[in-house]
């Protein structure tokens, strides 16, 4: 008997809202956005791994801020049959940085760090958007030069040029400034939205006591008009701080990596300093990030491991699968195709050889010749291998070139040489 749900109905097929399923066209673009990244950190002498898919929601509650949107409307959260509150990863830093910590990494330090996978969010569904998505990531650990800064940002450049997205996004820069550059600042921005609470928004209000930055980050076009006359942290930068931005700008103009400065790009934690970054595009509306990281050398120590310094960035796939070019098959099978279900045996017993052999192939299953070759045409094999009774007696098979329509006889003991020509290859010639 069916499953039912607690209305007594089915259950329904649907999808849940702000999920998606991603099918066979999608999946390449999404595998190759996942792909190119990983293949772009390889060469910046990254290593892959991966963390739980959820954690204790204390690692992502302290370290997004108890009052973010995040933490307050957005967090899967609930408790499992333990009583413990877990939480589907939201973003990957924080459970990179727990892993970091429980593992007892520190003296391995430097560490490069590539990740990819699902995040979960409950936000309003929309273009480029869903409540489970998909982020590539790159954290560097135990780094507090301005190089490690310039390396990941150089890494993202590089990443999004590999996807041919170079002329469709702009990197955006700023800097948050050292402990003391911030807490000045805070003051400032306090002191000047006070001459303002009447005309800020609600959320805003809420915001100022505890993080007055993330204001900043208001989409309320009332908190923008005032925000856009707010104090530049730029304005108040102390030396140490103009230096590490000196010499981060000097590293990105060594690196070939364009830039705009955007002294409103800010990040609201106190555990942020120094770089923070987003490579934006007007191709998504108003979506248009789509990666951004920054520094947050205080986040380990805030965990409570040894103070450790970081810098990272992430990218959501599904926003840059939707700006690259239609992709195409990695390879096309060759089809195996039996005359009959009499040979489906032999057929079997020479697919099995074939990959084996390392080749990409499909069988016919059933029907006649003419049905199976037409599966054979729409799954865009390169070439069909044919086999008959005629062909088992001289121990041949025909194979037909599916773009040309040529066809020749060819022994099954020279086949795969034969084949070679389609082995691994998208266009199949």
Excluded at 263 to 278: I, K, N, Q, S
Aim: net charge neutral; glycine share 10%; with cysteine.
């Amino acid at each position: 008997m069916a499953a039912r749900t607690k209305a007594g109905r089915a259950p329904s097929v649907e999808r849940v809202r702000g999920t998606r399923d991603i099918l066979a066209d999608d999946m390449r673009r999404h595998r190759a956005v996942e792909e190119a990244a990983w293949a772009t950190a390889r060469r910046y002498g990254f290593t892959e791994i991966a963390t739980p898919v959820f954690e204790f929601t204390e690692v992502f509650a302290r370290t997004l801020g108890e009052t973010s949107d995040i933490v307050t409307k957005e967090m899967y959260t609930f408790d499992d049959r333990s009583g413990d509150s877990v939480t589907l990863r939201p973003e990957f830093t924080a459970g990179v940085a727990r892993a970091f910590i429980s593992n007892g990494l520190r003296q391995q330090v430097p560490l490069k760090f590539f990740c990819r996978g699902p995040m979960f969010r409950y936000e309003r569904p929309q273009k480029g958007r869903l409540r489970q998505f998909h982020q590539v990531d790159v954290e560097i650990l135990g780094v507090a030069e301005p190089l490690a800064d310039v390396e990941v940002i150089a890494l993202g450049a590089d990443f999004l040029a590999g996807l041919d997205l170079a002329d469709k996004v702009k990197l955006e820069l700023n800097t948050l400034g050292d402990a003391e550059t911030r807490k000045a600042y805070r003051t400032k921005l306090l002191a000047y939205f006070a001459d303002h609470r009447g005309k800020l928004s609600g959320d805003s209000l809420n915001r100022i006591e505890s993080n007055p930055l993330r204001v900043l980050d208001s989409k309320d076009e009332g908190d923008r008009e005032i925000v856009a006359r707010a104090p530049r942290i730029t304005d108040g930068l102390n030396d140490a701080s103009k230096r590490y931005f000196d010499a981060l700008l000097d590293g990105l103009h060594v690196a070939g990596v364009a830039y705009e400065i955007n002294p409103r790009l800010v990040r609201g934690l106190d555990y942020y300093c120094h770089a923070a970054f987003e490579f934006t595009t007007q191709a998504l509306g108003a979506q248009g990030t789509v990666l951004a990281g920054g520094r947050y050398d205080g986040l380990i120590e805030m965990m409570g491991g040894t103070p450790t310094p970081g810098t990272g960035w992430a990218a959501g796939v599904e926003r840059l699968a939707m700006l690259i070019a239609e992709t195409e098959p990695e390879v096309r099978p060759i089809a195996v195709v039996p005359v009959g279900a009499a040979l489906e045996g032999p057929v079997l017993e020479l697919a099995q050889r074939l990959r084996r052999a390392g080749f990409t192939v499909d069988m016919g299953y059933s029907g006649t010749l003419a049905k199976r070759m037409r599966r054979a045409d729409r799954i865009g094999a390169a070439a069909a291998v044919i086999i008959g009774e005629d062909e088992i007696d001289r121990d041949a098979a025909t194979v037909r070139d599916m773009a040309s329509g040529e066809q020749r006889e060819i022994a099954l003991a020279s086949l795969e040489h034969h084949l070679e020509r389609y082995r691994g290859k998208a266009d199949g010639r």
